[in-house]
């Protein structure tokens, strides 16, 4: 996982992967996500826990075949997080900016360039800027 998964994956989770269970030895933290992406092809019978569009194109990217993994959702499909800003000009600017992408179809090709498949963006959301 990425460094400190454990604090923020869920309680079930911290439990079983905390510095101090017994289940650590047989779990890696990694700053790096391309070095996670690596060790993990690297090793056989690996698991990974990362998001799937950064797992995919790392993957891609180090040319392995994606088709020889086997995905298992743990998480819910879309999350959804909000960015704050200490200033209003710059939120506003922000705004306007991935507004702007979205009514234009660009946030679209975005992630159709990158191979990027979600159930729904922040372009589809009723709450968009």
């Not at 923020?8 to 989770?13: A, L």
């Not at 700053?31 to 996670?36: G, K, L, P």
């Not at 056989?44 to 990362?50: L, M, S």
């Not at 200033?87 to 922000?94: I, M, S, T, W, Y």
Request: aromatic share 12%.
């Amino acid at each position: 996982t990425w460094q400190d998964a454990y604090l923020e994956v869920g309680p079930e989770f911290e439990k079983l992967f905390a510095p101090d269970s017994p289940q650590r030895k047989n779990y890696v933290e990694v700053a790096d996500q391309s070095e996670q992406v690596q060790q993990f092809w690297d090793a056989k019978d690996a698991v990974i826990v990362i998001d799937r569009s950064i797992f995919n194109a790392i993957s891609q990217a180090m040319g392995h075949k994606l088709s020889e993994v086997e995905y298992a959702s743990i998480f819910p499909e879309a999350t959804y997080f909000k960015a704050n800003f200490e200033e209003a000009d710059v939120r506003d600017a922000f705004n306007a900016g991935l507004k702007k992408l979205c009514s234009s179809g660009d946030y679209a090709k975005l992630l159709k360039k990158h191979k990027i498949d979600l159930p729904s963006t922040i372009c589809d959301s009723k709450a968009q800027p």
